[in-house]
T-cell receptor, first 115, second 112 residues
Framework: AQSVAQPEDQVNVAEGNPLTVKCTYS??????LFWYVQYPNRGLQFLLK??????LVKGSYGFEAEFNKSQTSFHLKKPSALVSDSALYFC?????????????FGIGTKLQVIP | EADIYQTPRYLVIGTGKKITLECSQT?????MYWYQQDPGMELHLIHY???????EKGDLSSESTVSRIRTEHFPLTLESARPSHTSQYLC???????????FGPGTRLLVL
């Protein structure tokens, strides 16, 4: 069975500092990996995904994520955090094929950017 | 503009009432999903659909039902609402192969 772990309930970072939100996964075969962001009282917004190719994936709002197959990780990063980045971040994984393309979401990590 | 819509955004209702949460998407996606999420918590898949006349239950048992008569429309119905149904309900859609899910803004339900 596939799974996603987001080991930190909350990440606090000062505005202007680099941020990292961690994600590790377990899935058979080569995974599809996603990051989503959720602002209060809103649905999830897609940030970026990894399917194949370059291990560094660039996404919306200056975010990027690095796929590390040996460590089964897909950490979300941003060089300089903004207060407006404060939100709930979800990592998700799915196998590359299958009838029902099941996507498993992590439990979410709350990012707090301190002015 | 292609998008996914949910109505109502907020609903307060009494126990025992029947309710339908609406979800529509204009992206032409075959696959649609309903998730239940308590505020600030993880998502739980409760229903999904591969296409018209296709519906399946998700990972989390739910007393709700869904229908998919048109590609763009995926309503969720609770025949008799209870306080335990209080939650946020998120609808999403995706196209085959890409798997990126696009979410609506959610319906926050409060059952008194």
């Amino acid at each position: 069975a596939q799974s996603v772990a987001q080991p930190e309930d909350q990440v606090n970072v000062a505005e202007g500092n680099p941020l990292t939100v961690k994600c590790t996964y377990s899935v058979s075969g080569n995974p599809y990996l996603f990051w989503y962001v959720q602002y209060p009282n809103r649905g999830l917004q897609f940030l970026l995904k990894y399917i194949t190719g370059d291990n560094l994936v660039k996404g919306s709002y200056g975010f990027e994520a690095e796929f590390n197959k040996s460590q089964t990780s897909f950490h979300l990063k941003k060089p300089s955090a903004l207060v407006s980045d404060s939100a709930l971040y979800f990592c998700a994984v799915s196998p590359p094929s299958g009838g029902y393309q099941k996507v498993t979401f992590g439990i979410g990590t709350k990012l707090q950017v301190i002015p | 503009e292609a998008d996914i819509y949910q109505t109502p955004r907020y609903l307060v209702i009494g126990t025992g009432k029947k309710i339908t949460l609406e979800c529509s998407q204009t992206m032409g996606h075959d696959k649609m999903y309903w998730y239940q999420q308590d505020p600030g918590m993880e998502l739980h898949l409760i229903h999904y659909s591969y296409g018209v006349n296709s519906t399946e239950k998700g990972d989390l048992s739910s007393e709700s039902t869904v229908s998919r008569i048109r590609t763009e429309h995926f309503p969720l119905t609770l025949e008799s609402a209870r306080p335990s149904h209080t939650s946020q309900y998120l609808c999403a859609s995706s196209e085959g192969g890409a798997k990126t899910q696009y979410f609506g803004p959610g319906t926050r339900l409060l059952v008194l």
